[in-house]
T-cell receptor, first 116, second 114 residues
Framework: NAGVMQNPRHLVRRRGQEARLRCSPM?????VYWYRQLPEEGLKFMVY????????ESGMPKERFSAEFPKEGPSILRIQQVVRGDSAAYFC??????????????FGPGTRLLVL | AQTVTQSQPEMSVQEAETVTLSCTYD???????LFWYKQPPSRQMILVIR??????QNATENRFSVNFQKAAKSFSLKISDSQLGDTAMYFC???????????FGKGTSLLVTP
């Protein structure tokens, strides 16, 4: 059973470009969470999605960031007009049903975004 | 908002020895969930152990165990018989029962030496 998959593993963008980060949850998981890890910091929650629904985006910056989890295909975290402060590791996690009392979140290997 | 504090930025232990990593948290909730995640040099986040606050018994997973002190809001991780492969960043995390976001501490870098 494959784990959570993220691609690309490393992404380099110049300021002003767009970054698209992809996450495929574990087989049988329908809930996805995105976290960001700045250098020397712990992970910070960004957004929680189910298929075709954003459940909680309270950790997402108000501008330039968006996330989706379509009926078919991976979840996408999109960053428009990237700035150097967006350089970070972005982790995706998944869980089976999202019932909070029950579940552990399983993490992918992360995408390292570097903005030049 | 809950805060998670890991007061030891770096620790070192010799192979086969025991080491304890500390974690404290702040919450007004009575029921919640605590986790330890490991991030080795590969940067993959790996679950080490979890604890439900309503359970008095400390969780154990092979060489990893926790000392959960609810009144003191303390959740330390003990690694017994340390192995070189235990070298990693260790993150303590908190989840309250009404949310799904994990709140992470800043991590402790553990180095296991031969």
């Amino acid at each position: 059973n494959a784990g959570v998959m993220q691609n690309p593993r490393h992404l380099v963008r110049r300021r002003g470009q767009e970054a698209r980060l992809r996450c495929s949850p574990m087989k049988g998981h329908s809930h996805v969470y995105w976290y960001r890890q700045l250098p020397e910091e712990g992970l910070k929650f960004m957004v929680y999605l189910q298929k075709e629904n954003i459940i909680d985006e309270s950790g997402m910056p108000k501008e330039r960031f968006s996330a989706e989890f379509p009926k078919e295909g991976p979840s996408i975290l999109r960053i428009q007009q990237v700035v150097r402060g967006d350089s970070a590791a972005y982790f995706c996690a998944s869980s089976p049903t999202g019932r909070r009392r029950q579940e552990t979140q399983y993490f992918g290997p992360g995408t390292r975004l570097l903005v030049l | 908002a809950q805060t998670v504090t890991q007061s030891q930025p770096e620790m070192s232990v010799q192979e086969a020895e025991t080491v304890t990593l500390s974690c404290t948290y702040d919450t007004s909730e009575s029921n919640y969930y605590l986790f330890w995640y490991k991030q080795p040099p590969s940067r993959q986040m790996i679950l080490v152990i979890r604890q439900e606050a309503y359970k008095q018994q400390n969780a154990t997973e092979n060489r990893f165990s926790v000392n959960f002190q609810k009144a003191a809001k303390s959740f330390s991780l003990k690694i017994s018989d340390s192995q070189l492969g235990d070298t990693a960043m260790y993150f303590c995390a908190f989840m309250n029962p009404t949310g799904y976001a994990l709140n992470f501490g800043k991590g402790t870098s553990l180095l296991v030496t031969p």
